[in-house]
């Protein structure tokens, strides 16, 4: 292993204590032939990656005998792609470093997400299955396959048995000086449900008794929420939560001796999207999103992704399958949303999943604009998913993705023959530029100019709610945290250039809450005695709050609690309170100027840019978003910046003094047909090119 130990620190890899910015790209070795696994990551290695991500699916190495036994095949005794130990021992022999994916649940679009079919009620039938509020079984909606019951004793018992058995095949590769730095267990938290709502799964036998539940008294959609429906709703959230975080906790026994951090990789923030994945019927009901509940995913994300409250078991990582953010506005709030929701990995970038989810993929554009946006949002390293196009895997281990696409996927940088295509060229560039300068970005840091405080109880009830035909609780208004909150309060902050970020009001430290210059919140007529008292005692200090809606009477449990209405009332020096919302109608970022707070940052029209402020360094990141060539004027610190750019040109300045002293420029669009005429002035320095360059 090439030098260097590795550690991990709010967010961040450092290697012997500098920071490290991780550049990996996912290789499926179990989608090609052993014989030209070296030659992919040599040039994996060449193109500038440091890290390998890697899935190691159970399907895939779970053999079973005449007998009915069970036995993994690691050696590539069965089948030369299933030999894990000589791929590890590769990627070590190579220098780069491993973070590891053994599921359970893997995803990567594999029959069952990776499971083995004895552990599908669909083939087998005595297994219990994942169950969702209408009772039916859960279903992998990528190839039609019933999902265990992980709470079952006999899914805990298969799973706890594979993940043993391929602990002890990773576990030379740990330790101070291996090269696995880092594991990622199941996949968006269990069976992809990251993103889903809170009817959608845990209504199993199992899952409730786990967590003292009837079936009975487990919530469903429809109908109105009255107020002793507030608490139950409340309740079932701290369920969906911890239903995920302890099966997590279960799964990472196997792996208590490594000594690594645990990453999670969650869908970002935004609404369902839709993957037309092959042989799906568009439009089928499958009960996840009853019509008319569709606005409402920020609050499920919000009530069961609980990063702070969560970080004792894994630490904040994310995938980016959010849309195509150069062309599409949403997209492109999602992306920031997601990054400033905390500091970690983008772990999956779709560098080329063109045929199965969006043409445009296959442009080199599409995923270098969105890393660059990940990482201006704070990402602390990314993930080429996928550096090689695969083609090498049958239908026991994948039978859908054929169906669509000979390849997986269908336009990576490295062809299924090992060619390299330019596509590589420009993927080397910006790898190489990160690999350059990434460290110097992770000593800086990213502007907080206003902290969003999630009540997760909030976003649990708001969850249910939809619109007012289904609110009961009379005299007062619906708790909102995603939906008509955090949602319209970030947008607004975005087109006015300033910089939100959002961590939960209990659980986020003094150090979040002082990192930023204002903080926001919604309240509603029940707050916890505990985040009364914080918010009161914030105010007091004199911290600049802008607080809105009703102030509370009391607790959730109706026990009375009127701390914070007491600080409002006598009002603090920071303090900027109304009953009315600052934050449902959009322009709240015009308060904030109002009341004299204005962003770091003053870019022109139809450009969005966002610093990296470092003690001697600025990284300046820039998107064009309109459409159109033209030059632009940025006022960083009072002193313009000068940036002539063709349509979704893209890019990175490093600042030193104010001196530019490194530059990394997107300005082919491929989609277009556009090759962008670029002029960057800034210290008294002026580069010109055309197209794609970088400095060094």
């Known amino acids: 292993m090439s030098g260097g130990r590795l550690c991990y620190l709010d967010g961040r890899f450092h290697r012997d204590g500098e920071p490290f910015f991780v550049v990996a790209s996912d290789y499926q070795y179990f989608r090609e032939r052993r014989d030209v696994w070296r030659d992919r990551l040599e040039k994996l290695r060449a193109m500038g990656i440091n890290t390998i991500s890697v899935y190691v699916p159970w399907r895939h190495h779970q053999r079973g005998g005449e007998d009915g036994g069970r036995s993994f095949d690691f050696s590539g005794e069965t089948k030369d792609s299933r030999d894990l130990v000589s791929f590890l021992d590769l990627v070590c022999e190579l220098g780069l470093f491993i973070i590891a994916k053994p599921g359970p ?207 004792d078991e894994h630490h904040f990582g994310f995938i980016s399958w959010l849309g195509v953010a150069a062309y599409d506005p949403d997209a492109f709030a999602r992306y920031v949303n997601t990054a400033r929701r ?117 976003a649990a009830v708001a969850s249910w709610v939809p619109d007012e035909t289904a609110w009961d609780v009379a005299g007062h208004d619906c708790p909102r945290a995603g939906y008509a909150a955090f949602e319209p309060f970030a947008r607004s902050l975005l087109d006015g250039g300033y910089a939100a970020v959002s961590f939960e009001l209990e659980a986020s430290t003094e150090e979040q809450w002082g990192a930023c210059r204002s903080l926001a919140f919604h309240s509603a007529f029940f707050l916890s005695e505990a985040a009364q008292e914080r918010l009161a005692a914030y105010i007091e200090a004199g911290g600049r709050l802008f607080l809105s809606g009703e102030l509370p009477e009391g607790d959730l449990e109706g026990r009375t609690c009127t701390r914070l209405r007491e600080a409002v009332e006598r009002g603090g020096a920071g303090l900027v309170y109304r009953r009315e919302s600052w934050f449902s109608a959009g322009g709240f970022a015009a308060t904030l100027a109002e009341h004299g707070l204005r962003p770091g940052i003053s870019p022109s029209p139809g450009l969005r840019c966002f610093v990296h402020r470092g003690v001697d360094e600025r990284f300046l990141f820039f998107f064009e978003v309109a459409g159109e060539a033209g030059e632009h004027t940025v006022v960083l610190e009072g002193e313009p910046i000068t940036l002539g750019l063709g349509p979704r040109s893209c890019g990175v300045l490093r600042l030193r003094g104010g001196e530019m002293v490194a530059w990394y420029v997107k300005a082919e669009n491929e989609v277009e047909g556009v090759v962008g005429e670029v002029r960057l002035c800034a210290g008294g320095r002026t580069i010109e090119g055309r197209g794609d360059f970088c400095s060094g």
């Open 342 to 458: 905390a500091r970690g990995i983008n772990l999956e970038e779709n560098f080329g999943f063109a045929r199965l989810y969006d043409e445009r993929s296959k442009h080199a554009i599409v995923p270098i604009f969105q890393t660059l946006l990940s990482i201006a949002g704070g990402a602390t390293g990314f993930d080429v998913y996928c550096g090689v196009r695969h083609s090498y895997w049958d239908d026991e281990l994948d039978r859908v993705t054929r169906l669509g696409c000979a390849t997986f996927p269908s336009d990576a940088p490295i062809t299924e023959e090992g060619e390299l295509t330019p596509f590589y060229h420009k993927t080397a560039a910006l790898a190489g530029w990160w690999g350059e300068h990434g460290s110097a970005l992770l000593a800086c840091d990213i502007e907080r100019d206003c902290g969003w405080l999630i009540h997760a109880p909030y």
């Open 105 to 311: 649940f893997v995803h990567s679009e594999l029959n069952i997400g990776g499971l083995p079919d004895d552990v599908s009620p669909s083939f087998a039938p005595g297994f219990p299955a994942a169950l969702d509020h209408r009772g039916d079984p859960v279903v992998w909606e990528y190839d039609a396959s019933e999902l265990p019951a992980p709470y079952s004793a006999r899914f805990q018992e298969r799973a706890a048995e594979w993940l043993d058995a391929v602990a002890a095949v990773l576990a030379p590769h740990t330790g101070p000086s291996g090269a696995i730095i880092a594991l990622q267990l199941d996949d968006e938290t269990i069976f992809c449900t990251s993103n889903d709502p809170p009817w959608c799964i845990g209504y199993e036998e199992s899952a409730l008794a786990a967590f003292g539940w009837s079936a009975e008294d487990a919530p469903r959609p429809g109908g109105s929420v009255d107020r002793p429906g507030l608490s139950r709703r409340v309740r079932w959230a701290e369920h969906q939560w911890r239903y995920r975080l302890e099966l997590h906790a279960r799964y990472r026994r196997a792996f208590s001796s490594f000594g690594l951090p645990f990453l999670t990789n969650l869908a970002g923030i935004t609404p369902p999207i839709e993957e037309n994945v092959p042989g799906q019927e568009p439009g089928a009901d499958t009960g996840r999103v009853p019509e008319g509940f569709e606005h409402l995913y920020a609050d499920w994300w919000l009530a069961a992704n609980r990063v702070e409250s969560s970080a």
